[in-house]
């Protein structure tokens, strides 16, 4: 009799662990893939959406390969803030979640719309890439810093670390296309390193990385390493061109 309660009690502990395994599977299964499909194909929708409101898109040219180890590279001259021929002031900000840019980088085969905020329901989640709504806008003096997943949910942020010295990102609006510069990258920082996204960015952590004049800069960042949250992977790069739409 026991011996009978004891394999009952056995076979049933089986059951369980395989329905657990089961459940964990689906977990996974959807974090990994069916949240990438959904927001990635709600991103996708949303830069076409763009793309018919604005006119025809625009093509960037195809990144060249980042400068050798050492070399030195030389950025398009773009005027500095005392210039009669800086940028044009921007229009007031989007509101918040609104997808109103579209961030390409040819290096890693990146098109994603822009949206302001850094929300994960509204933003983040959805596939798109988040502005830092106290940070400058695309092609403003200051730090145009963004936010975007590594991993699930669309991850469009997840092979910015394969960006060297030299590669080109454009933020495209409705107005202008805007092409910057990779120039410097963090591979590690604490997730309250807030230096990395001030208008001269410059990480309060590691102090040698960053910069200490104003410019016009771009910031990216994303979790890190992948599959967690516990540090922030930064890549910074500079206005090198700007053109009207």
């Avoid at 990395?196 to 102090?207: E, F, G, K, L, N």
Wanted: with cysteine; charged share 20%; glycine share 10%.
């Amino acid at each position: 009799m026991r011996r009978r309660l004891l394999v009952r009690a056995l076979w049933g502990f089986a059951e369980a662990v395989v329905s657990l395994g089961v459940v964990l599977l689906l977990l996974v299964a959807h974090q990994l893939w069916w949240t990438n499909r959904l927001a990635r194909d709600d991103a996708g929708r949303t830069v076409q959406a763009l793309e018919r409101e604005w006119g025809a898109p625009v093509s960037p040219s195809p990144s060249p390969p980042g400068p050798e180890p050492g070399a030195v590279s030389t950025p398009i001259p773009v005027p500095g803030p005392s210039s009669s021929a800086a940028p044009p002031d921007q229009p007031p900000s989007p509101r918040w979640d609104q997808a109103y840019a579209v961030l390409r980088i040819p290096r890693i085969g990146l098109t994603a719309p822009v949206a302001e905020g850094t929300g994960k329901g509204g933003v983040l989640d959805r596939g798109y890439v988040g502005h830092y709504t106290r940070t400058a806008q695309a092609g403003q003096a200051g730090n145009f810093a963004l936010a975007g997943h590594r991993n699930t949910h669309g991850e469009p942020f997840r092979r910015i670390d394969r960006l060297r010295r030299g590669d080109r990102i454009t933020v495209e609006t409705r107005d202008a296309v805007y092409t910057y510069t990779v120039d410097q990258s963090l591979a590690r920082t604490a997730p309250s390193d807030s230096g990395v996204i001030a208008p001269v960015p410059r990480s309060d952590i590691t102090t040698s990385a960053g910069y200490s004049e104003p410019g016009y800069y771009l910031t990216l960042t994303t979790c890190t390493p992948e599959f967690s949250s516990r540090y922030r992977l930064v890549v910074w790069g500079k206005l090198t061109a700007m053109r009207p739409r």
